[in-house]
Each structure stands twice: as C-alpha cells, then as structure tokens.
C-alpha cells in the first residue's frame, strides 16, 4: 500500500512527536530553520479553507508564528507567554499559528479556536506545506520573521525565551500609530 505524498510531512511528524522528540528539544531549537535564514513564503489555508499566502505578509511586517496542535500540552502551557506578547506588540507584528493537522480535523481545531477565541489568527496546515517549508521538528515550534523576511528567534518548548529577539524586531519596527 502506497501512502499519499501529502501525508509524508504529517506522519512523519506523528512519528517524531511519538519518539519523544519533543522531550529532547530545547528551548532553542535543535532542528528548524536556521536564523539569518529567509522566511519561506508559503500558502496555508485557515479555518475557513481559504488560501492565506504568507508572501503578503512576510517581509511587510515582521511576523509571530507558532506551530501548534490541539492535543499539545507544552503548546497550551506556551500560549499565556505567546498571548502576553501579543497584547504587547499586536501592532507590530502578524501573529499566526499554524496548527500541523495531525491526529485533528479541521472542525476540531474549529471548535477549540471557537472555544477560546484567540486575539490571532489560527490557520491550518492539511497538506503541510508550511510544516515541511519550515523544518518543523515539533510542535510549539515558534518562528520570528523581521520585517525583511529574515528568520530572528526559532525555538520549541513551553518556556521559551523569545523576548529578546521580539524587542529588536520591533525595535526596528516601531508600533504603529494609535488613531
């Protein structure tokens, strides 16, 4: 029996996340993308089904992204850090998470997102072309884009330290005005 090519990215994540990968990683990320490298810019869909293409916002503004799961329990002990810092820089900065499709549907994820109404917005990586754009090893996997289009900040875990690296990209990128 062959499986879909689609399918590789996702079961091979189920496969590393059942490994204990996650467990092994630190809060710097061990695998990923390399900082200094550029953001891929990729099209994801949201909730909805509809096509997000991260080209309109990778290198506009800098972007906050997240890759995440239901399921993942070190991803909803990172979310209060992730929502404090965008109450803090909302502004400033595009704030996605990327939910990697794997062992959920996208109605699941629906009701979880519907359930908590995060301030940002979910999408949902069914064929996984963001996970394997990427290199996502795991999930709580967090990617800091600067307004170039540059990758400033990878980690995973849920007491990450991406404090630093979201003050000198916003530093570089002052908040908007209020009106």
Not at 95 to 121: E, G, I, S, W
Not at 158 to 178: G, I, M, Y
Request: hydrophobic content about 45%.
């Amino acid at each position: 029996m062959s499986v879909p090519t689609r399918w590789i990215g996702p079961l091979l994540l189920a496969a590393a996340l059942t490994a204990g990968l996650g467990a092994r990683l630190s809060a710097q990320a061990e695998d990923g993308l390399r900082v200094g490298s550029p953001a891929p810019r990729v099209a994801v869909t949201d909730l909805a089904g509809r096509a997000v293409d991260l080209r309109r916002l990778i290198g506009v503004k800098p972007v906050f992204l997240e890759f995440w799961a239901t399921w993942c329990e070190v991803c909803a002990a990172l979310m209060p850090t992730f929502e404090a810092a965008h109450a803090a820089l909302g502004g400033a900065f595009e704030f996605l998470v990327v939910n990697v499709a794997v062992n959920q549907t996208r109605d699941r994820v629906r009701r979880y997102v519907a359930d908590r109404k995060p301030p940002f917005m979910a999408l949902y990586d069914e064929e996984a072309t963001s996970t394997r754009a990427y290199h996502v090893p795991t999930t709580s996997y967090v990617v800091i884009i600067d307004r170039a289009g540059r990758v400033v900040y990878t980690g995973s875990g849920a007491s990450q330290d991406f404090e630093p690296a979201l003050r000198k990209v916003s530093a570089s990128a002052p908040l908007p005005p209020r009106r």
